[in-house]
């Protein structure tokens, strides 16, 4: 049976249209090329109702990787630094948005169209990945694993860019970049940088106390990182600077990598896929299979890493990633293997310390199924806080039925005896065990008579001892009669005549009958008539059924048992009955005849009154009522 959580969570929408983004907000584009287009409309079509616009700013380092050739072919070129007059052009900004000169292209007419083209290919994914490449991003990640900044990884997968999508110029791109890369030494993990001064970043962000940074395009960081975005907006000094430095609270050089490595490839399964072996294998299969090497017990730790960071920046996008990506490797919370087993309770932590309820609810409502108790109950469950410990005992109750009481104390039992030996064994017993144990108890005291429970119960008594099955429905039989009470007492006594009709030469059974009689020959007398009110055990209200409820042929039969007439049980249930309706009544016609004598006693004063007679005089000795009395 597959978990309900069985899929990924849904991904909110991609948030990386930066084609989108610019047009909406082409005012705060940190761009640093400026198109002025034609004063014409020709290419707008009919229909369209918004014109389009007649500046538009882009980004040199983009343009580069899709465009070859000189600016000048497109048209004019000047320069906002230099101040020249730009004829035919209105008044334009100084500076940029980002505050810095900026190129002007007064593109000529019969360019328009190639210009809005060229400017809306150069915010697809792909040529972000080839701006990623042609930074040296994929080398300065490699030698990362040599200076020891990704020591956790073991095994180091090298992305196949040619097989991005992209038309053939961004393909020509990558090729010449990788012919270019067999020629050129490694460089530096101390920032991302090469010659070209256009793929060269402008944003170097640092971590405190540590000699790694990383130097990025800021209009990414605009574009893709909502805290960046609000910073470079404020008011605050750090607005206007070019370098950054991030608490190490919520910061490491793997997370602060990975945060780098989403802002341009905008594919966060990019970024794990070459840490492990066969870690793609294992996040996509939909169980634990013993062909497929898991994951390292480490990638908890650096996925909380990459987690904090993201709420830091409020990625939302990659928080949602690591969120789906933590339920793949719970293979969708429909796997009870060894792996599994590992790794529920981590990720259990993770969504609970992080208030992620897609990610502890449905791994505690799995862990809580009964038929995964042997499976997934191991050393790792004692790592959950007490507030998980808790829920998972509740959502194990909350599952409690007739039908699976007795497998649950079964599984239950056998968990005890497996950590009998075990040094956690004080912490399985009282976190866990014991109380579910108990519950158990409890509810087959209540219910000891309904068929599923006997039925399954015998079953487990066939089993001859030593057997585990017939030790654990001895202790069960044992556990329920230690709770018997005048509440119970009729369900036990029932389930107890069942089992003596189905099993007839058990010890067990005959135990069983045993200690019930010397029970009820004991409190028999206890057990006076009252009407059921119907409420179930469940309900959390008391009841018990006395024997004016019973079959005659049952009653009969416990006469013969405990040795007491049948007279006798029949007569104190009629006399207790008649004594509380004659108490009833006495108390009731005491009450009317209170009544009564207060009212005469009021006419009597009254006519006393009348008759001038001092209310001095008028003695209780006096009064006939009274001496009556």
Request: net charge negative.
């Amino acid at each position: 049976m597959s978990s309900p959580l069985a899929q990924p969570i849904s991904i909110p929408p991609d948030q990386f249209a930066l084609e989108d983004q610019l047009i909406s907000h082409p005012e705060d584009s940190y761009g640093d090329v400026l198109f002025v287009m034609p004063n014409n409309n020709k290419h707008a079509s009919l229909r369209q109702t918004i014109p389009l616009p007649s500046r538009i700013w882009a980004h040199s380092a983009l343009l580069s990787v899709t465009y070859f050739k000189p600016l000048s072919r497109l048209g004019e070129i000047y320069s906002s630094a230099n101040d020249e007059v730009v004829h035919g052009v209105d008044i334009l900004p100084r500076t940029s948005p980002c505050n810095l000169p900026y190129t002007i292209v007064v593109v000529s007419p019969e360019n328009d169209l190639v210009v809005r083209k060229l400017v809306a290919s150069c915010y697809r994914p792909v040529v972000i990945r080839n701006l990623w490449e042609k930074m040296g991003g994929k080398r300065e990640m490699l030698s990362a694993l040599d200076e020891g900044v990704l020591s956790s990884c073991n095994y180091v997968k090298s992305h196949d860019t040619s097989a991005m999508e992209g038309n053939a110029v961004t393909q020509q791109v990558v090729h010449d970049y990788t012919e270019d890369s067999e020629n050129t030494t490694t460089s530096s993990f101390a920032s991302f940088s090469v010659q070209d001064q256009l793929f060269q970043g402008d944003m170097t962000l640092k971590i405190e106390g540590e000699k790694v940074s990383f130097t990025l395009h800021k209009f990414l960081l605009d574009l893709r990182v909502p805290y960046f975005s609000t910073m470079f907006r404020s008011a605050f000094s750090e607005a206007s600077k070019n370098e950054h430095t991030l608490s190490s609270e919520y910061f490491t050089p793997l997370s602060l990598a990975i945060v780098v490595q989403y802002i341009y490839l905008d594919d966060a399964e990019l970024l794990f896929s070459w840490k492990w072996t066969d870690f793609a294998r294992y996040v996509n299969s939909t169980k634990c299979t013993t062909d497929i090497n898991p994951p390292s017990q480490d990638i908890f730790d650096i996925f909380v890493d990459a987690l904090i960071s993201a709420k830091f920046l409020q990625l939302e996008s990659l928080e949602w990633w690591i969120t789906n990506c933590l339920i793949k490797i719970a293979h969708g919370f429909s796997c009870s293997g060894a792996q599994c087993a590992r790794f529920l309770p981590g990720i259990a932590i993770m969504g609970y310390q992080n208030n992620i309820t897609e990610l502890y609810k449905p791994c505690i409502s799995w862990l809580a199924k009964h038929s995964n108790i042997s499976f997934l109950w191991k050393r790792n469950l004692l790592s959950l806080p007490d507030e998980l410990k808790a829920d998972l005992v509740d959502e194990v109750k909350s599952r409690v039925a007739v039908s699976n009481v007795t497998p649950l104390y079964l599984r239950l039992y056998n968990l005890r005896k497996n950590t009998e030996t075990s040094i956690f064994k004080d912490d399985w017993d009282q976190s866990l065990v014991s109380p579910l144990l108990e519950y158990c108890g409890d509810f087959v005291s209540a219910h000891f008579a309904e068929p599923r429970i006997v039925f399954s119960a015998a079953r487990g008594i066939h089993h001859k001892p030593p057997s585990t099955t017939y030790n654990a429905i001895e202790d069960l039989f044992n556990l329920a009669l230690s709770k018997l009470n005048k509440f119970n007492a009729t369900a036990i006594w029932r389930g107890a005549d069942c089992y003596a009709k189905l099993i007839t030469s058990a010890p067990i059974v005959d135990r069983l009958n045993q200690a019930v009689i010397s029970w009820f020959a004991e409190n028999w007398q206890g057990l006076v008539v009252m009407q059921s009110n119907g409420h179930s055990f469940m309900s959390g209200k008391t009841e018990f059924i006395g024997f004016n409820e019973w079959p005659e042929e049952s009653l009969q039969k416990l006469s013969m048992q405990i040795k007491v007439p049948l007279s006798d049980l029949k007569g104190l249930g009629a006399a207790a009955k008649s004594f509380e309706q004659r108490k009833e009544k006495w108390l009731e016609r005491c009450r009317i005849d209170e009544v009564n004598r207060l009212m005469r006693r009021r006419e009597f004063l009254k006519v006393r009154e009348d008759d001038n007679y001092p209310f001095s005089s008028v003695s209780l000795s006096a009064d006939p009522f009274v001496e009556n009395q």
